[in-house]
């Protein structure tokens, strides 16, 4: 019962103390060094050359003149992209005649600033709201002509049907959106008759039943094919280089066992001013850099795995120097043939300042030792006699024999008279 007692205090005093006493950290006495993090901060990271221009801003302008049409375009300080949307449409002009349809072209203006840049462009079937919240990506969508995607409200025509003027055909807009979610910044747009163009990306459909469709800017118009195609800025990929900076800084924790890790620390050093470019930009889902691009990324990589392949390892050469010295301190005349050891000894001489690896190196003196322990000592046998006086006149006399310094034979006694003094013998 008292130790029942006793155990109890015990555990209470150490409670109360737990409760009082402030938490200690243990982490602190840790002595490993904690690993460096290379991890991107930015969802997107994008290089673009200095005096990149990206698609800031589209305009419409649509009419019956095709010079009154681009002017809505031009007039506004938006640069035209000399394609007609409506080419080769016909429309009734009166009982048995027909004319061209409405011209319609498409503007934009850029800036040097990528965070306002388009991100995409559609074209909507049959409108029904100017603001369209996208369910397959989630962005929001305006019409082409209002802010956003225009400078200002009803900049150049304002809000112009792609096929204006064919009342049969559909009802066809271009809507844009600045989401950064949906796409990397729109750097050029281009239109044509082609339902592809190398290098580009074609603008498909907003609507969610021809979402992944090419657009064409005259559907159900009858006239000419026309497309829309934009390309992007490139999105650069740093993850494969700060992996290799990851293993880099292994190596460097590691230096002590490393001839030299100066080339390898510049090289990682190097790789860290071009992921700082990219993580040092300014908070947010993306990040931008005018000074590395993906080749200048790739190369930093390739710096770090060379400069890793060219490591060259501290080596031990404590037994390896034992097993020479070991052997060259034995008489090559006390064994049968010593040429085994010697040639061991020679070999090692020519080949040691080759070594690369600690495996060599034991390697080699497990060699040495090896012809060491095969050696065959030469035979030898050895004698000794010891007389001792027993009575007068008698001598009592031991012998011993060994070979190679190891005892081969038992004491023999020999009990002799002689009228020879024991002194003489």
Known sequence: MKTLKKVFSILLCAALLSSSAPVLNFSIFRTDAAAVSYAKTHTKEYYYA????????????????????????????????????????????????????????????????????????????????????????????????????????????????????????DYLHYFATKDIRVGAPIVSITINNNDSQAGYETVKYLNSDDFNLAGDANRDAGGEYIYTHLTRLPEVDTTALRSAMEAADTYIANGHLYVDIAALTNARDNAKKITDSYDNYAAGYEAFSTAYNQAAIDNAKTAIDNAIKALLTKLDWTAFNAAVSKANGLNRNDYVDFSSAENALKNADLVKNSFTTQEQVDSETAKINAAVNALVKKSTTSSMIQATAWADGIFRASVKLSLNNVNIGSTCDYWEKSDIPIEDI
Do not use: H
């Not at 082409?144 to 049969?168: F, M, R, Y």
């Open 50 to 169: 200095p005096g990149t221009q990206f698609i800031s801003y589209l305009a419409t302008g649509g009419d019956r003149d095709g010079n009154t049409a681009k002017a809505k375009v031009t007039d506004s300080g938006y640069t035209l992209i000399d394609k007609n949307l409506n080419a080769g449409v016909r429309v009734s002009s009166g009982l048995f005649s027909s004319r061209d349809a409405d011209e319609v072209y498409l503007g934009y203006k850029t800036s040097s600033d990528p965070t306002i840049s388009i991100r995409d462009l559609r074209i909507m079937l049959n409108k029904s709201d100017d603001r369209y919240t996208c369910p397959e990506n989630g962005a929001a969508y305006t019409l082409v002509g209002l802010t956003p995607i225009s400078q200002v409200d009803n900049d150049g025509g304002g809000s112009v049907d792609l096929n204006q003027s064919k009342s049969s055909a």
